[in-house]
């Protein structure tokens, strides 16, 4: 018996079978990309919950440090204004560039700034921190400042395994075909690799 050569109609099947091989891969590597996608966009909220949190304890902590009438207004001014220009701050997700990070950060960063100045303020005024509102709003605050690192932390875990999976070959493919970019990472802030001089 004679083997018939494969027909037009063979070869339109194989083609079409080929065809939905590669959809249906690409389908599935798409279908993984948007659960991490996802997760980094929902762990950037949770950052941005922390920094919210922080900020709404700042002025209930500003007027138990106002109570003290020659406290130094300047400190207090800082903390309010390094506040103000990091709640104007508002970043899409789904779109957060390095650029766009590194200015939320820095914001972030002034406030933290200022209130750290506030604190070493704070420590000429025995009165102050021997008031029992001030020790709790400053135990919500260094509660707050834990859960921001461990929020940036989850962030930055989220869009590494995110961003590994879309540079790996062939996903990058789909991912480039889908408009799929990189996430930035929160990075440590200059001069934190350098341990600070401790002098008794």
């Not at 207004?73 to 709640?87: H, P």
């Not at 400042?145 to 989220?158: G, L, Q, S, W």
Request: proline letters at 4%; zero cysteines; charged letters at 20%.
């Amino acid at each position: 018996m004679e083997k018939k050569p494969l027909g037009r109609i063979g070869i339109i099947v194989i083609v079409l079978v080929v065809l939905l091989l590669i959809v249906s891969w690409g389908v599935g590597i798409y279908n993984r990309i948007i659960p991490m996608n996802e997760k980094v966009s929902t762990e950037w909220s949770n950052v941005e919950t922390q920094y919210q949190r922080r900020a709404d304890l700042i002025p209930n902590f500003v007027n138990t440090v106002k109570g003290a009438a020659e406290f130094e207004q300047e400190t207090l001014t800082r903390v309010i204004e390094a506040r103000a220009r990091a709640t104007q701050m508002t970043i899409d997700p789904s779109n957060i560039t390095p650029e766009q990070l590194q200015q939320f950060q820095a914001a972030q960063s002034e406030v933290s700034s200022a209130l750290q100045r506030l604190m070493v303020v704070v420590e000429r005024y025995p009165d102050i921190k021997a008031t029992q509102n001030f020790r709790d709003l400053q135990v919500e605050l260094e509660g707050t400042e834990n859960r921001i690192a461990v929020a940036r932390n989850n962030f930055n875990d989220a869009a590494r395994e995110y961003n590994t999976f879309i540079k790996q070959f062939p996903n990058n493919l789909i991912a480039s075909l889908s408009k799929f970019d990189a996430r930035p990472y929160f990075e440590a802030q200059e001069g934190t690799e350098t341990a600070p001089t401790v002098q008794f």
